[in-house]
């Protein structure tokens, strides 16, 4: 009995050190066939995994948009900028996935 209460204690333990991965999503949710272009300041920069969100405002519409993985964005050095080219969410019809970004100038690859 205190063998299988041990179990479920590990297998608990291994549950939740896992939710991270459960909580990643893949790309095929995005219309790669759709390229956008916007420009626009940041309203918000938020660095959580597993990837980098950031909101940006065009014109009256807000978008929000998921970028590179938090530790490439840092190994990058990437500060605010404005983000350039992304690719749109095939359902949540204000989210994009951003493929690089210009900053200050100079164009960085987020893929």
């Known amino acids: 009995m205190r063998g299988l209460a041990i179990l479920a204690i590990v297998a608990i333990g291994a549950l939740i050190g896992a939710a991270p991965l459960f909580a990643h999503h893949g790309w095929s949710g995005y219309d790669s066939q759709n390229v956008l272009t916007l420009t626009g300041p940041l309203i918000r920069v938020d660095y959580p995994n597993p990837h980098v969100l950031i909101d940006l405002k065009v014109g009256d519409k807000s978008w929000n948009v998921v970028l590179a993985p938090s ?41």
Do not use: N, Q
């Open 71 to 111: 530790t490439r964005m840092h190994s990058r050095r990437l500060p605010d900028g404005v983000l350039k080219v992304g690719y749109p969410h095939k359902v949540e019809a204000g989210e994009l996935r951003a493929e690089r970004m210009t900053v200050a100038g100079k164009t960085i690859e987020l893929r």
